[in-house]
C-alpha cells in the first residue's frame, strides 16, 4: 500500500493536507506541531475512531482528544494505491456521537464506490492486518525506542514477542490468570470448595439415580458423535497439509520455469549485442555527448554566420552612404583639400564681357573723332577717347568680376547644395566620418567572416569525428540525425539488457529463496491430488467449535459421575440440588475457561517461542548488524526471551545487560523493524510510521539509521516524523528522499 496525500481536520490540524512519497518521507516539524496528531489521524481513517473507549485518568480517549480545535466535526480524506487501484476514502461526522462514522472509498477518477470495502473492514482489506497488529508493530511512536539496559530491554522484548504489546507480556498474563483460578479454587479454600461441600451434602441425601444414568448416556453417546467428527475433522486437515505441500511444489516449478526462461531472453539478447557490435554505455554516453556539443558548436556557427550577414548589410549600408557624398571616390586628405578649395576654376560667361568691350571701343572711337572735329586737335581727340576706352574697360571689368562670381555661387549650389564654406566644410568632415564608418564595418565583416568560418570548419571536423566512430557499429548512419538515432538505439538496446538481466536475476533469487522451503518431492505412488472441498480456515473453526464441545461434554460427565457417586433422597433436596448444580457448573465453566486460556496461552508462548523467537533472532541480527555498522553479527533469543548480542570482534554472545545504552536502543529498534517484517504482510508492503523515534540517538547512529531505513523504505513506503534537522541534512542530497518542513496548525481557539 502506498499512501499518496491525507487532508486532515482533526485536533490540531484544520484542513491541513499533507503530500507523500514512495519511499521515504522525512517530515520534519517542531513538538507540538501535530506529528504525533498526523500519526493518530493515519490510524483513524483506515480503522476508524473507537467511540466506545470512555476518557481514563489522565489519558483522554481518541475522540475527546483529538476533537478539532477549531469546534467543527472530524473529517478527512486519504489518497492510497494498493496494488493497480488508486482509492480515495473519505470520513465525515454526521452525529458528534460517531466521530467520523460516514465512511465513502472511491475510485479515484471515476468516483465509482469501492464494492465490499467498509468503514469497519478498510483497515484489514488494505492493509491484511488487524488495527492492534498494525499498531503494535508498524507504529513506533515517540520515545518508543528508548529502553533501560538489562531487564528493561529484555523485558519491552519478551512483552512484545509474547503478547504483541509492550506493556503487558506472558507472565503478566498468566499471574492475572492464577489470580482469577485461585479466587475460584485454592487447595480448600474459594468459592468452588465451599460449593462443592455443600452440594456434596446435599447430594449424598439425593435417592433416584436414574435421571443421572439417562444424562450419563446421553452425554456419552453425543461425545461419540463428536470424537468420530474430531477424527474426520484431523483427516481432512491431514488432507489440506498434502495439498499445500503438492500447491507448494507446482509454485516451485513454475519459478523455476519463470526463472530459466527470463535467463535466456537475457541471454538471446547479449548474443544480439555481441553479434551487432553495439558498443558499450560509456563509449555510447561519451559520442552522445559530443553530439550535444556539436549541436552546440553548429548553433554558435549560425550566430556566427548571422553576425557575418549583420556586418555585410552594415558595409553596404556605409558604401551606399560614401557614394551619395559629392566627396565620393576622394580620401579623407582629398575631401579635406576640396572642401579648403572646393571649385578652383569656374567658367565666366565671355559673349557679354566681348559685346561690352566692343561696344566700350567704338564709344571711345566716337568720342575722340568728336573731339577731333570739333577741335581739330588730334592729340585731344586721342586722349578723349583713350580715357573713356580705360574708364570703359574699368567698367567692363568690375561687371565680368560680378558675373563670374555669380557662376561660381551657382556651380557650388549644384554641386554642393551650399555656397556656404562652412557647410562645404561640414560635408568634408561627414564624409570623412563615414570612410571611418565603412573601414570599420569593413574589418568587422573581415573578423565576423574568419569567425563563421572557422566554427563551421569545427563543425564538419567534429561530425566526421563522429561518424567515424558511428560507423564502426552502424553504418547505415549517414550524417548526425542518424548516427544520434543509432545511438538512441544502442543505448535503449542496453537498458533492455540491463532489465532482462535484472529481471533474469530476481527470478533466480525467487526460485532458490522458494527452494529452500521446498517440501520432499511427490511419492509418485501416491493417488493424485484434487482440490480440497473448503479452506483449512473452515476445517480448523469446525474442529475447533468440535473440540470445544468436546471440552464441555467431559466436564459434565466428570460433574455426573461426581453427582451420581454422591446421589441422595431426591425428593427432599432436589431444588438445592438443583440450585447447587447450577453454580457449581458456572465456576466450574469459568475455571475450565481460564485453565483453558492458561493451557493455550502456554501452549501458544511454547510454539511462538519455538518458531518466531528464531526468525526474529535472525532478522533481527540482520538489521543490528547494520545499524552497528557490522559491530555485532547475531542477536539471540532464548526459550526465556533472554537477549544476548553477539560482538563481530569476538563471536561471543553478551548478555544485553552489557551493551550501552545507544547500543540498546539500536537493538531494540531492529527488535521492532524485525517484527514488522515478520507479522506483516510479504505481498502488500505496509507502510512504517517512526513518530520520533530516533530522538534518543546520538548523531552517529541516528546516521546509521537513516541509512537502513532508506534502504528499507526500497521496498515499503516509510514515514519518519522528526522534530531534528539533522534526519533532512543526512539525505539533502538524495532524491530519491522526500523532505518536507511542516507548519505549525492555527492554535486552539
Known amino acids: 500500500m502506498l499512501i499518496r496525500r491525507m487532508t486532515a481536520t482533526f485536533g490540531k490540524l484544520r484542513e491541513q493536507t499533507l503530500e507523500l512519497q514512495e519511499g521515504l518521507n522525512i517530515l520534519q516539524a517542531p ?11 493515519l490510524l483513524a481513517m483506515l480503522y476508524g475512531v473507537n467511540t466506545k473507549e470512555r476518557d481514563r485518568s489522565g489519558v483522554l480517549a481518541d475522540k475527546n482528544h483529538y476533537a478539532p480545535w477549531s469546534g ?17 476514502l473519505f470520513r465525515t461526522t454526521r452525529r458528534q456521537t ?12 471515476t468516483a465509482d464506490p469501492v464494492p465490499g470495502l467498509t468503514g469497519a473492514n478498510c483497515g484489514e482489506m488494505l492493509l491484511g492486518v488487524s488495527r492492534e497488529v498494525y499498531a503494535r508493530s508498524a507504529f513506533i511512536r515517540q520515545g518508543g525506542v528508548a529502553v533501560t ?9 519478551a512483552a512484545l514477542v509474547t503478547s504483541g504489546e509492550e506493556d503487558t507480556s506472558y507472565t503478566e498474563a498468566v499471574e492475572a490468570l492464577k489470580k482469577q483460578l485461585n479466587r475460584r479454587r485454592h487447595n480448600k479454600t474459594g468459592q468452588l470448595p465451599t460449593l462443592e461441600a455443600e452440594l456434596q451434602e446435599t447430594e449424598a441425601l439425593l435417592a433416584s439415580q436414574a435421571e443421572l444414568f439417562r444424562q450419563r448416556e446421553s452425554l456419552l453417546f453425543r461425545s461419540a458423535e463428536l470424537e468420530a467428527r474430531e477424527t474426520s475433522l484431523k483427516e481432512e486437515l491431514s488432507a489440506l497439509d498434502r495439498w499445500d505441500r ?23 539478447l547479449r548474443r544480439r549485442l555481441e553479434e551487432e557490435g553495439i558498443p558499450e554505455n560509456d563509449l555510447t554516453g561519451r559520442l552522445r555527448g559530443a553530439i550535444v556539443n556539436l549541436n552546440t558548436l553548429r548553433k554558435n556557427a549560425e550566430k556566427a554566420q548571422g553576425k557575418y550577414d ?18 565620393a571616390g576622394q580620401t579623407a586628405e582629398e575631401a579635406r583639400r576640396t572642401a579648403v578649395d572646393p571649385l578652383p576654376t569656374a567658367k565666366r560667361p565671355l559673349a557679354p564681357l566681348l559685346l561690352t568691350a566692343l561696344a566700350c571701343l567704338c564709344a571711345a572711337l566716337g568720342a575722340g573723332y568728336g573731339v577731333y572735329v570739333s577741335t581739330s586737335k588730334l592729340y585731344a581727340a586721342l586722349g578723349t577717347a583713350a580715357g573713356l576706352l580705360i574708364l570703359t574697360a574699368l567698367v567692363s571689368l568690375l561687371l565680368w568680376r560680378r558675373a563670374g562670381n555669380k557662376a561660381r555661387a551657382a556651380a557650388l549650389t549644384a554641386r554642393y547644395q551650399t555656397a556656404d564654406p562652412a557647410a562645404i566644410t561640414a560635408l568634408a568632415d561627414a564624409y570623412v566620418t563615414l570612410l571611418a564608418n565603412r573601414d570599420a564595418t569593413k574589418q568587422e565583416a573581415a573578423a565576423q567572416a574568419a569567425a563563421a568560418q572557422g566554427l563551421w570548419q569545427s563543425v564538419d571536423v567534429n561530425a566526421d569525428g563522429i561518424l567515424e566512430e558511428v560507423r564502426r557499429f552502424a553504418p547505415a548512419a549517414y550524417d548526425i540525425p542518424s548516427a544520434d538515432a543509432a ?17 533474469a536475476h530476481e527470478a533466480r533469487l525467487r526460485a532458490e529463496f522458494q527452494s529452500g522451503d521446498a517440501p520432499a518431492p511427490e511419492n509418485p505412488d501416491a493417488p493424485s491430488l484434487t482440490p480440497p472441498p473448503r479452506s483449512r480456515e473452515a476445517a480448523a473453526e469446525e474442529l475447533a467449535a468440535v473440540q470445544a464441545d468436546l471440552t464441555l461434554l467431559r466436564s459434565n460427565l466428570d460433574r455426573v459421575a461426581g453427582r451420581l457417586a454422591a446421589a441422595g433422597d431426591p425428593l427432599t433436596l432436589q431444588a438445592a440440588a438443583e440450585r447447587l448444580t447450577d453454580e457449581i457448573a ?8 481460564i485453565e483453558l486460556a492458561m493451557s493455550t496461552l502456554a501452549h501458544a508462548n511454547t510454539q511462538l517461542q519455538g518458531r518466531f523467537s528464531p526468525a526474529l533472532g535472525t532478522r533481527a541480527a540482520e538489521i543490528f548488524g547494520r545499524l552497528t555498522g557490522g559491530a555485532y553479527t547475531g542477536v539471540i533469543l532464548d526459550k526465556a526471551l533472554h537477549v544476548s548480542a553477539e560482538s563481530a570482534d569476538t563471536g561471543v554472545p553478551r548478555d544485553a545487560g552489557y551493551l550501552s545504552a545507544g547500543a540498546a536502543d539500536q537493538l531494540y529498534l531492529a527488535v521492532r523493524l524485525a517484527v514488522c517484517d515478520l507479522v506483516l504482510p510479504s505481498e502488500n508492503a505496509v507502510p512504517i510510521v517512526l513518530d520520533d523515534a530516533l530522538a534518543s540517538f546520538d548523531d552517529a547512529r541516528c546516521a546509521a539509521a537513516l541509512d537502513y531505513l532508506r534502504k528499507e523504505a526500497e521496498t515499503r513506503q516509510i514515514l519518519l516524523f522528526t522534530c531534528h534537522s539533522r534526519e533532512a541534512a543526512h539525505f539533502q542530497n538524495d532524491p530519491a528522499v522526500s523532505i518536507q518542513h511542516l507548519t505549525a496548525p492555527a492554535e486552539r481557539v
Open 586 to 593: 458456572a465456576l466450574e465453566g469459568e475455571y475450565a475457561a
Open 31 to 41: 513538538n507540538e506541531t501535530g506529528k504525533s496528531t498526523w500519526c493518530a489521524f
Open 72 to 88: 467543527g466535526s472530524m473529517s478527512g480524506r486519504l489518497d492510497c494505491r494498493t496494488g493497480e487501484d488508486a482509492l480515495t
Open 310 to 327: 549583420e556586418a555585410k548589410a552594415a558595409l553596404a549600408q556605409a558604401e551606399e552612404a560614401l557614394s551619395a557624398s559629392p566627396f
Open 98 to 109: 460517531a466521530p467520523m462514522g460516514d465512511f465513502q472509498a472511491l475510485y479515484t477518477g
Open 149 to 157: 539496559q538489562d531487564p528493561g530491554l529484555e523485558r519491552r522484548i
Open 487 to 503: 545511438l538512441r538505439a544502442s543505448a535503449l538496446l542496453r537498458k533492455e539488457l540491463r532489465e532482462a538481466e535484472k529481471v
Open 246 to 268: 503438492h500447491q507448494k511444489r507446482q509454485e516451485l516449478q513454475r519459478v523455476e520455469e519463470a526463472a530459466l526462461q527470463a535467463e535466456e531472453q537475457a541471454a538471446a
